[in-house]
């Protein structure tokens, strides 16, 4: 979130933010569990009940605030409310170090004695109206600079005050979006004492707590003794791309605290729902794992398609990022089916896609597919339905290795050097190798002491120096 001007230094203190104990264990929780946590502008759908109601309501406080300022003589009564309410807006985003910039601000609109200026109907509100405009360019973040100078165009007072309320709910929420990310760190540390401590005592209380935790991490030093399955190519090796640096190897790899953990998070993405014995330090985010795993099918699937019709359509027509976007608004648009009725949504996918390669050979002036060609094409595309079928699962298995590559190097390092066939969905897949990262990240910081007690007994010293798990 933007930082508000004059806060570089030290952790800020919004009044009402965090005002216990408990307000700190809650909000450190959610800093645990959503590691982007911040506040938003609330946006009520389109032509909502909600949204007409509050714009009545708006509509006319500021209407009976013009006809009070429009009377002879002027009535200031809702005025002096607003800029009552202003004052306090500015003052709670000051530093306690500002000492000088809030006796400013409490003399220049002291409550009494603008009071006062009303009663005689001297209270200059534009004027005033121009003073707040100033303090608020000194405090507001960067990026509210140029919705602060569209406010010094406007020159009808109710209008004028009217943005300025909005302008300033922005700067609060700047405010405290600013204070959660510095705080934090703390927060992070706070939520991972906590949930460990929570989870000893469970432990304490029962001893068999860790069960299926060894139980999964045990398959996963075992998968990784195993060679990988392969799967021949049924498209050409253009297509298919060639092996990169990240492509997985047939041969197992040697074992290693880090390349267990790393293997035991992927088989999560694969866990038979039927199957009970999740792992009990996950089951918190079982949930949210569930999202991940049902994410990632779909990039599969997207993936897949995108594949099959790269390899139809030509590097010229498919060079073109509109027609690729057109390709995958087709794909997308038809997932939440495919999880129900795979067969007819991949059905309706090959049509659209091969009556879209048609088109837009023929627009570019290219040679059409030939009827033979565009029955293959219908025809791969619908056999990825397919469980079984060879590029689903290539796509599949370089997904994994490329959400592998993220836990032990990080996301931006992954996407240097994608597998084939995924370049075209790196942006989909920043987002979930983000999300998995971030969540397998924190747990491994929550639960990582009782990791390293299991890895020892799975993981031989002579192939593993030191058994201690590392953050990934």
């Known amino acids: ?16 933010l965090i005002d216990t104990v408990d307000d700190v264990s809650k909000l ?8 982007g946590l911040h506040m938003e502008e609330k946006v009520s759908p389109p032509s909502s009940l909600e949204d007409k109601v509050k714009e009545t309501m708006h509509n006319a406080f500021w209407n009976h605030l013009k006809e009070q300022l429009s009377a002879t003589p002027p009535d200031f009564s809702c005025a002096l409310e607003l800029l009552k309410e202003i004052k ?29 200026k009303a009663e005689h109907g001297a209270l200059n509100v534009p004027h005033l109206s121009k003073y707040i405009l100033n303090m608020m360019t000194l405090l507001c973040a960067p990026v509210r600079d140029e919705a602060v100078q569209n406010l010094e165009n406007i020159t009808d007072p109710v209008r004028l005050l009217r943005g300025i309320f909005q302008v300033l709910g922005l700067m609060k929420m700047d405010m405290v979006n600013y204070t959660i990310q510095s705080l934090q760190p703390h927060l992070q540390e706070h939520s991972i004492q906590h949930e460990r401590a929570t989870f000893q005592e469970l432990l304490n209380k029962q001893p068999s707590l860790l069960d299926h935790t060894t139980k999964w991490l045990t398959q996963a030093a075992a998968d990784l003794t195993m060679p990988l399955p392969t799967c021949p190519d049924t498209l050409d090796s253009t297509s298919m791309a060639s092996s990169s640096p990240n492509e997985a190897v047939s041969s197992p790899e040697p074992l290693s605290p880090t390349m267990v953990l790393s293997q035991g998070f992927l088989n999560l993405l694969l866990w038979d729902p039927e199957n ?19 994410q990632l099918h779909q990039l599969t699937i997207l993936a897949s398609v995108l594949l099959v019709a790269s390899s139809f359509s030509g590097s010229v027509l498919f060079g073109s990022p509109q027609f690729v976007d057109k390709l995958k608004h087709i794909t997308k648009d038809l997932m939440e089916e495919f999880k129900s009725r795979p067969e007819e949504a991949l059905q309706t996918v090959s049509e659209q896609v091969s009556q879209e390669i048609h088109q837009s050979l023929k627009n570019m002036g290219l040679a059409a597919l030939s009827s033979d060609n565009t029955a293959s094409l219908i025809g791969q595309l619908q056999n990825i339905a397919k469980k079984e079928n060879c590029v689903r699962s290539v796509i599949d298995q370089r997904i994994h290795l490329f959400l592998k590559c993220c836990l032990v190097l990080g996301v931006q390092r992954s996407l240097l050097d994608l597998p084939g066939g995924l370049t075209v969905i790196e942006a989909e897949l920043a987002e979930l190798g983000q999300k998995f990262v971030s969540l397998t990240h924190h747990n491994q910081k929550v639960f990582g002491p009782y990791y390293t007690e299991i890895l020892k007994t799975l993981v031989p010293p002579a192939q593993a120096l030191d058994t201690e798990v590392e953050s990934i």
């Open 1 to 16: 979130p933007p930082a508000p001007r004059r806060r570089a230094a030290g952790v800020l203190s919004v009044p009402g």
């Open 28 to 35: 450190s929780n959610k800093v645990g569990k959503n590691r």
């Open 88 to 116: 306090e807006i500015l003052l709670s985003l000051l530093l306690p170090r500002q000492s000088r910039l809030r006796s400013e601000i409490e003399e220049a609109l002291d409550t009494e004695l603008l009071n006062q």
């Open 276 to 294: 009970e014995e999740f792992p009990e330090t996950l089951l918190m985010d079982r949930t949210r794992l569930q999202e991940l795993e049902s």
